[in-house]
């Protein structure tokens, strides 16, 4: 027999490669189970009693820490508290929302139930918070201050006007502009779906009277997570449901 062979038929590359098929195959199994932690079991649209997990299974639960010192376990039971929707007359029909659109989290307003704290940076500060608290950031002199210029809609009708700006302390950007909306407070204008000029601000996603409706934050100087998430499906609701005109199709 050759150096490395066991018997007549077996060898000692052959038993390393069945060793490595072996545990790939673990390796496969375990990875695709481990990837079953969250948006699993999924629910039927036939019944909410039916549990659809596939094969393998659910892992069990298993504790994380998080960088914060909270811990959360996954999988857990926890729903995502969305609103309502329509689901039309037949199964597979377009979601319609349900009251108002802008909030129905439905399409390009939908939103992930993500945690209600403020993000947070490495040194464990507020990430994003307005200029007036955030010593050593402002406004490069060669751009535009949009402190004080109106914010108009798509219709050129006024909403609010620019009070500040709230930058991320860990990017070095501005992601928000803070407004003055008269009659309801504060609301924060993503800086994605705004276009600074010389003497206004644009906002193409809402007409000028729905800027009201944006939803506020709890607190004057930060946002969380999920406060994040609904301002910025509002605004991207508006994409398709600010007007009638924009559900209709192109042609």
Request: aromatic residues 8%; proline residues 8%; neutral net charge.
């Amino acid at each position: 027999m050759q150096t490395g062979a066991i018997t007549g038929y077996i060898d000692v590359a052959q038993l390393v490669l069945y060793a490595f098929w072996i545990f790939f195959a673990g390796l496969i199994y375990y990875l695709h189970r481990e990837n079953k932690r969250e948006g699993y079991p999924l629910e039927s649209d036939r019944s909410h009693a039916i549990k659809v997990q596939g094969w393998p299974s659910v892992p069990k639960p298993k504790v994380f820490r998080l960088a914060n010192g909270q811990t959360v376990e996954a999988p857990n039971a926890r729903r995502d508290n969305q609103p309502p929707l329509h689901e039309g007359a037949y199964r597979g029909a377009p979601l319609q929302p349900d009251g108002n659109p802008l909030r129905a989290g439905v399409g390009p307003g939908a939103w992930a139930d993500r945690a209600d704290v403020a993000d947070l940076t490495y040194e464990g500060a507020i990430k994003i918070v307005p200029l007036r608290v955030a010593a050593g950031f402002g406004v490069a002199p060669q751009d535009v201050d949009p402190r004080g210029l109106p914010v108009l809609g798509v219709d050129g009708v006024e909403g609010g006007r620019v009070v500040d700006l709230w930058v991320d302390r860990s990017e070095m950007l501005f992601r928000y502009l803070e407004l003055d909306v008269p009659g309801t407070g504060r609301v924060l204008l993503p800086m994605n779906f705004a276009k600074v000029h010389d003497h206004h601000i644009r906002v193409r996603s809402l007409l000028g009277h729905q800027i009201a409706g944006v939803p506020a934050t709890r607190h004057a100087e930060q946002v969380t997570l999920l406060e994040e998430e609904k301002i910025m499906a509002y605004y991207g609701a508006g994409t398709l449901y600010a007007t009638p005109q924009r559900q209709e199709p192109l042609l």
